[in-house]
């Protein structure tokens, strides 16, 4: 009872005009985000099940871009408010800078080395396919990188300001697109690309105008500062992105391993399902993520502030019970309506399986409860406390995917996602007690 009203008191006392304001933008900026992405999905999904079976996968290649940006992306985020306490900001942002300008060239040749090799593995799509494909893929991640980047500086309306403009000219053009009879696969990845090209650079032009002042530095001192920094985040990062592959092949795997047991086309009404789940648990929890991270590692940014501590973990516990009740709400809610929402954002040649909706839905809650608990470790600085389970639900829902769609067919994905979300919490619960346990001033 004393720990219901610790949360309550405190919740209370941190309510305030800026704080409802930014979440407030952050929701609306989403909602938007969320009715524009489903006008993109209505479009594209004319192409039919199996054009679209290969957006899809293109898709997953994105993802797995997104996780390995996503690495790093939480090593700037834990400490940035670490670094600019202490008056170096602006060198930890050229830090971030250097990092994503490497990346890109790196991704650049690995994209035009993947074309020129394409035509030997009698792979029906062309050079030009490949390279527009992988300048999708780039784009778009780097762009999303920025968003939460924003996020992190609390510049929530800019945020979403910009995010529902890029999908506003995205839906533009793929109107033009249906008007002119010229709604193809390649033309819609190269105009994605270029918009996400031009929004990164509006992303960029509004972090500059609010990065912290530059600092009176000398450049030896600049120069070890940025090696520590290079060396601290490192660190951090490199359970990450071991996270990366493995999260990967649990989230983004299974679509490939339908594409070898079955058709491109089950893939393509795979995605469709997958992109309502995506809005009603994966979204939600990004929304939570993108407004509570920030503020939760600012808590544990003094490790000798137990007080800070205490009230960051109670953060956390909030945020886990609101994933569940999202989820709770989602699967009851694509129980009854599951059909009529697949129809809804694409067709009804897409709702052919809309009976494993609320399975898909339960099961991605179920994961997304367990990693709304990761922010413990990741808070106390412990990212490699979530490694054993991170790899062994990658691998294991790589077999189980496997043995599941052969067995049961398409039937067999929503079986695994299912199984594999609740091992996950489980797991990632056992762990976290541990934690707690060598940190007795958060019990």
Avoid: C
């Avoid at 005009?17 to 999904?45: N, P």
């Avoid at 922010?375 to 389970?389: D, E, I, V």
């Amino acid at each position: 009872m004393k720990e219901k009203m610790d949360i309550f008191n405190i919740i209370k006392s941190k309510i305030n005009y800026k704080s409802v304001s930014e979440m407030g933008w952050v929701f609306l900026g989403q909602s938007i985000s969320v009715i524009l992405g489903f006008i993109i999905i209505k479009i594209i999904s004319q192409l039919g099940p199996e054009e679209y079976g290969v957006y899809a996968l293109i898709l997953t290649i994105a993802a797995f871009l997104g996780l390995f940006y996503g690495s790093f992306l939480q090593g700037f985020l834990r400490y940035y408010y670490h670094y600019k306490e202490k008056g170096l900001g602006n060198i930890f942002v050229k830090l971030m800078y250097k990092f994503l300008t490497l990346s890109v060239i790196v991704f650049i040749l690995l994209t035009i080395i993947i074309s020129i090799i394409s035509p030997y593995f009698n792979i029906t799509y062309s050079i030009i396919f490949f390279l527009i494909a992988g300048l999708f893929v780039i784009a778009s991640k780097f762009s999303e990188f920025f968003n939460s980047v924003l996020n992190l500086i609390r510049k929530r309306k800019e945020n979403s300001l910009l995010q529902a403009t890029e999908k506003s000219l995205m839906i533009a053009a793929l109107l033009i697109f249906v008007y002119t009879e010229n709604l193809k696969l390649q033309a819609i990845l190269l105009t994605f690309g270029i918009i996400a090209i031009i929004l990164s650079f509006s992303k960029i032009l509004t972090f500059k105008k609010h990065l912290p002042k530059e600092e009176l530095v000398n450049k030896n001192s600049r120069i070890e500062h940025h090696r520590e920094m290079t060396k601290t985040v490192l660190i951090y990062v490199s359970p990450f992105l071991i996270w990366a592959f493995a999260g990967w092949l649990q989230l983004n795997g299974e679509k490939w391993i339908l594409n070898g047991i079955l058709f491109v086309k089950d893939v393509g009404i795979y995605a469709i399902m997958m992109s309502l789940v995506n809005a009603l648990i994966v979204i939600p929890n990004n929304i939570i993520n993108e407004f509570a991270t920030p503020i939760i590692f600012k808590q544990f940014a003094d490790m000798q502030d137990f007080n800070n501590m205490k009230t960051g973990y109670i953060y956390i516990k909030i945020n886990m019970l609101i994933i569940i009740l999202i989820t709770a709400f989602a699967t009851i809610l694509t129980l009854f309506f599951g059909k009529d929402l697949i129809t809804l954002i694409s067709s009804k040649q897409y709702s052919v399986y809309w009976y494993l909706l609320p399975l898909l839905v339960l099961g991605t809650g179920l994961f997304y409860t367990g990693q709304a608990q990761t922010l413990l470790g990741l808070s106390l600085n412990q990212p490699k406390k979530y490694l054993s389970p991170k790899i062994s639900i990658g691998l294991g829902s790589v077999a189980l995917n496997l043995l599941m769609i052969s067995r049961f067919g398409i039937n067999g994905i929503a079986y695994s996602v299912l199984l594999i979300g609740f091992i996950y919490v489980i797991y990632i619960t056992v762990v976290n007690k541990q934690i707690i346990t060598s940190h007795h001033i958060i019990k």
